[in-house]
Structure formats: structure tokens, C-alpha cells
């Protein structure tokens, strides 16, 4: 009992829990200004109107992830140790590089995107109205530049920054929603200019903690080819993972209207404040994980394990308190409720996934794993949704959201298993 409780007590205090905390804190507070910000967005417009909101976030979401090309976990891999061990030049230069990259493709996304606006609402979104795609267009380039930020002010360990970063976001869009409220024109396209508008100014204003600096320097292209061959496989996953977790809006848009695709994000998008929780925990272990020797890996992830372990408790009292949270939206979400507590549920095996999938990638250098993981799982998920939202509606991507995760737990912990008894 007493080495138990030493045990606990180690984990509680350890560097990576207040390494964690710190970014959970941001996180956390990100999160709960996200739900407030759909509580009320959503009042105002209802399930059908804000199914088309939500299906516009979701969209945007997928985007990114094909413009951010896995260039987050490569800061991770290529930065974190150079600027630990004290070559900040050899890491302001990959910055640069990288921020270059990303400009670049933020710029080309947006033009193609604003190029086939209208076929693009038609298809997507069964709606005539280009300003979906050009809000979608316009938040994601403000995504992509303030995630850089984001990412950079991690890899740098500088978590304090990082938090104010993350909260950034969606403390302006509490703001303009304000405005938009007390000027009394909350409608779709006023929701849509606040949740486009709110990453740009973010991104300037962070400029006053962080510069960014643009260009190559000779030997970029050997340099862009050697991240490349990690990254790309981040890529794969990242695209993958967000098109498995995102499409769900898009298809109940498509397969069951605009009215169950509201009920299911109002859900939704109170759950998602789970993953960018569980993502502070993954991003303290990311550039650990990357430089860690040997002898201290398993001690290091079985403290991350008893860290996972112990946000699977919360959730499963989440769920216990998840019919009072959706009371907030009104009586016209009531339906809602049972769908947040089924979410959360299937959270669980994400969050106990979390330190396996983090050592593959980052200590063992194996994000293959995880990217072929993620493509076995895409044509289920969208086999899985196509069948059984017509049968049983809104909980036909919960249950593929299931699948996924406790698939990729499985996997993980297998792989991770295998990696850690081959090094001994």
C-alpha cells in the first residue's frame, strides 16, 4: 500500500504531469470558451442552421489537415532535441524552412478552395452560398499560421506560452460573438466571419510573443527531403484521423439533414474538448519521448500511462454529468444528451491509446504504424456510417468513432510491446 501511494504520488509530481498541466490548463480553458461560444451560437440558430455551422467546421478541419502535411510532428522530431542541446541556430533554421512551407501551402489551399466555391457548397454542403467556402477558406489559413505558433512555442518547451497560444483562438471568438449578440445579427454568415476571423487576429497578435521569419537558406531542399520522409507519413495519419473523426458531420448532413447533423454537433462539439484535452498530455510527451535515452523510457511511459489511466476516470464522470451539460442548449437538443455520453465512452480507449501511440512515433520513430493503422480504418468508417446512418442516425458515427479507437489502442499497445522488448 505504502509503495502505491509513493507511486501516486511520484506520478502527481513528476515533470511531465506539470509539464501537462500547464498545457491542460490551456487546453481546458480553450475548451470550455469553445462550448460556451457553441452553446450560444447554437441557441440562436437552432439544429438545422447550426448543422450547416458545424458541417463548415468540419470541413475545415479536413483541410487543414491536408495543408498541415504532418509539419507538427516533424517540428517535434527535428526541432525539440536541437534546441534542448542548445543549437538554436541549427532550429531557427528548420523553423524557418517550415513556416515557409506552410504559407506556401496555405496560399495555394485557399485559392483552389475560392476557385470552386460554389461547386464545392453544392456538394459539400447541399447549399448554393459560396461565403461557406470562403469562411472555410479564410479559418483555415488562420489555422494553419496560428498552429505553427502553437506547435513552435511547444517544441520549445515553453508551455506558459503555449497555453496563452491555444486559449488565443477562441477567447477572440468570444469576443466578436459578443459583438455580433449585442449588435443583434447572430445568423450564419455573422457565426461563420466570427469563427473564420478569430485565427487571423490570433495569429497577429501572438507575433508580439513570437516572431516568425520566412525563407530557405542553402541546403533547404536536402533538408525539406529529410523531414519529408517522416512527416509524410504524419501526414497520412493526420489526414486520415481527422477525416475519420470529422466526416461524421458531413455524411449525417448528407444522409439524414441538416436537423440530425445539429443534434449530433451540439454533442459533438462538447466532446471534442476531450482530444484537444488528451492532445496537451501528448504534446509534453512528444519531444520527451524524442529525446530520451534508453534506460529511462519505460519508467517515463509508464508515468504516462498512470496519467492516462487517470483522464479515463474522468470521463466515464463525464459521462454521469453529460444529460445537465446538453440541458444548456435548450429543450430543441434534448436528444443530444445520450449521444455525448456514448462519445465519451468511446474517448476512453483514445486516451489509455495516447502514451503508446506518442512512443512510436517519437521514441521509436515508427509513425508508419500509426498511418497504416488509420488507412485500414478510413474505408470502415465511411462503410460503417454509409450503412447505419440510415438505420439508426446520429449514433452510427459514434459507434465507427468506437472502432477506430479501440482498433488503434489495440495496435498501438501491441506495436509498443514488441518495440520496448526488442531494445532490452
Known amino acids: 500500500m505504502f509503495e502505491l501511494l509513493t507511486q501516486v504520488r511520484e506520478l502527481v509530481f513528476s515533470r511531465v504531469t506539470k509539464d501537462a498541466s500547464i498545457v491542460f490548463v490551456g487546453n481546458a480553458v480553450s475548451s470550455a470558451l469553445a462550448i460556451v461560444f457553441t452553446i450560444v451560437a447554437a441557441r440562436f440558430l437552432g439544429p438545422e442552421n447550426w448543422g450547416i455551422v458545424a458541417a463548415v467546421a468540419s470541413f475545415t478541419t479536413i483541410i487543414f489537415a491536408v495543408g498541415e502535411l504532418g509539419l507538427g510532428a516533424a517540428l517535434f522530431r527535428f526541432v525539440s532535441a536541437k534546441w534542448s ?36 457548397s453544392l456538394l459539400i454542403f447541399k447549399q448554393e452560398e459560396m461565403f461557406l467556402i470562403i469562411f472555410a477558406a479564410l ?40 459583438v455580433v449578440f449585442l449588435a443583434g445579427i447572430i445568423n450564419i454568415m455573422s457565426v461563420l466571419f466570427v469563427f473564420a476571423a478569430a485565427p487571423i487576429f490570433s495569429w497577429f497578435i501572438s507575433l508580439f510573443w513570437q516572431r516568425v521569419s520566412i525563407g530557405f537558406v542553402p541546403g533547404w531542399k536536402k533538408m525539406i527531403r529529410e523531414i519529408a520522409a517522416f512527416s509524410s507519413w504524419m501526414s497520412v495519419n493526420r489526414v486520415v484521423s481527422s477525416v475519420n ?23 459533438s462539439s462538447v466532446a471534442l474538448g476531450v482530444p484537444l484535452i488528451i492532445g496537451s498530455f501528448a504534446t509534453v510527451l512528444a519531444p520527451s519521448y524524442a529525446s530520451l535515452g534508453e534506460k ?50 468511446v474517448y476512453i480507449p483514445f486516451a489509455l491509446a495516447t502514451p503508446a501511440v506518442n512512443l512510436l512515433i517519437y521514441a521509436f520513430q515508427k509513425p508508419y504504424i500509426i498511418a497504416a493503422t488509420s488507412l485500414v480504418t478510413l474505408p470502415l468508417v465511411l462503410l460503417v456510417n454509409f450503412y447505419l446512418i440510415p438505420k439508426i442516425g446520429v449514433f452510427a458515427p459514434v459507434f465507427a468513432l ?5 482498433l488503434t489502442m489495440i495496435v498501438s499497445f501491441t506495436a509498443a510491446w514488441h518495440a520496448l522488448r526488442a531494445q532490452k
Do not use: C, H
Not at 85 to 99: N, P, Y
Not at 255 to 266: D, E, K, R, V
Not at 320 to 332: C, D, K, V
Open 85 to 120: 542541446s542548445g543549437k538554436l541556430g541549427e532550429a531557427r533554421t528548420v523553423l524557418s524552412a517550415l513556416f515557409t512551407v506552410r504559407v506556401v501551402i496555405g496560399i495555394f489551399l485557399v485559392l483552389a478552395l475560392l476557385l470552386f466555391a460554389r461547386p464545392l
Open 139 to 178: 479559418s483555415l489559413f488562420g489555422f494553419l499560421l496560428m498552429d505553427f505558433q502553437v506547435v513552435t512555442s511547444e517544441v520549445k518547451q515553453n508551455w506558459r506560452q503555449a497555453a496563452l497560444f491555444i486559449t488565443l483562438t477562441n477567447i477572440l471568438r468570444m469576443v466578436f460573438l459578443a
Open 245 to 267: 473523426s470529422r466526416v461524421d458531420v458531413l455524411l449525417l448532413l448528407q444522409l439524414a439533414g441538416t436537423y440530425q447533423a445539429g443534434i449530433y454537433s451540439a454533442a
Open 296 to 345: 529511462a523510457l519505460v519508467s517515463y511511459f509508464k508515468r504516462a500511462m498512470g496519467i492516462s489511466v487517470i483522464i479515463s476516470i474522468g470521463l466515464i464522470l463525464g459521462i454521469l454529468i453529460a444529460p445537465f451539460i446538453i440541458t444548456l442548449f435548450g429543450p430543441q437538443y434534448a436528444s443530444s444528451g445520450v449521444v455525448l455520453q456514448a462519445l465519451l465512452a
Open 402 to 406: 468506437g472502432m477506430v479507437n479501440l
